[in-house]
């Protein structure tokens, strides 16, 4: 069990540049989530897939926004055209889920984003 | 439209004393909640969780109380020590849905 690897851990860009960030869940790992965090804030959901299929996402977010996760393994989040508002640690968390009751979300260390 | 609430931004406790941090929720389909604990420059670790089915869950120095009537829970820990020093998140799920996390509470425990 290596945990949940993000790459890379900074990006810094140019407004209007698209960005694109990887995650590595744990291997055995179902659920993959990706959320967003600002200084002084909670991580904020954006989306999750259950296996490859994306089973929500939120609705605050932007179509400049996507996300996938081929085969069920990685997954890939980009974001198109970047704004200054992106700016953000971006987190990506796995859970295995095989009932209504004890998920835990592992989180990687986060990818932070800096938009100049 | 914040979910999930943490109501108090820092808190700071004498090491070895209780520290309580509080949660509020408004939407009273969550079932199910967990407590994280987050250094800077590292992803969020989990805790502890509880199901609405229960009103307290322990382990080792770290208890959470649930309060479904008052749309409550805290986290107890005791005793506190200079490593619990960092920002703590409660989160909340509905059904097996995505978690909401509330705003954080940063825990300074002085020696």
């Known amino acids: 069990d290596t945990g949940v690897s993000q790459d890379p851990r900074h990006k810094i860009t140019k407004r209007g540049q698209n960005v694109t960030f990887r995650c590595d869940p744990i291997s055995e790992h179902n659920r993959l989530y990706w959320y967003r965090q600002t200084l002084g804030q909670g991580p904020e959901f954006l989306t999750y897939?259950?296996?490859?299929?994306?089973?929500?996402k939120s609705r605050l977010l932007s179509d400049r926004f996507s996300a996938e996760r081929p085969k069920g393994s990685f997954s890939t989040l980009e974001i198109q055209r970047t704004e200054q508002g992106d700016s953000a640690m971006y987190l990506c968390?796995?859970?295995?889920?095989?009932?209504?009751?004890?998920?835990?979300?592992?989180f990687g260390s986060g990818t932070q984003l800096s938009v100049l | 439209d914040q979910q999930v609430k943490q109501n108090s931004p820092s808190l700071s406790v004498q090491e070895g004393r209780i520290s309580i941090l509080n949660c509020d929720y408004t939407?009273?389909?969550?079932?199910?909640f967990l407590w994280y604990k987050k250094y800077p420059a590292e992803g969020p670790t989990f805790l502890i969780s509880i199901s609405s089915i229960k009103d307290k869950n322990e382990d080792g120095r770290f208890t959470v109380f649930l309060n479904k009537s008052a749309k409550h829970l805290s986290l107890h820990i005791v005793p506190s020590q200079p490593g619990d020093s960092a920002v703590y998140f409660c989160?909340?799920?509905?059904?097996?849905?995505?978690?909401?996390f509330g705003p954080g509470t940063r825990l300074s425990v002085l020696p």
């Open positions: 897939f259950q296996n490859e299929a994306q089973l929500e």
């Open positions: 939407n009273s389909m969550f079932d199910y």
């Open positions: 968390a796995s859970s295995y889920r095989k009932g209504p009751a004890g998920e835990k979300l592992f």
């Open positions: 989160a909340a799920s509905a059904g097996g849905q995505n978690f909401v």
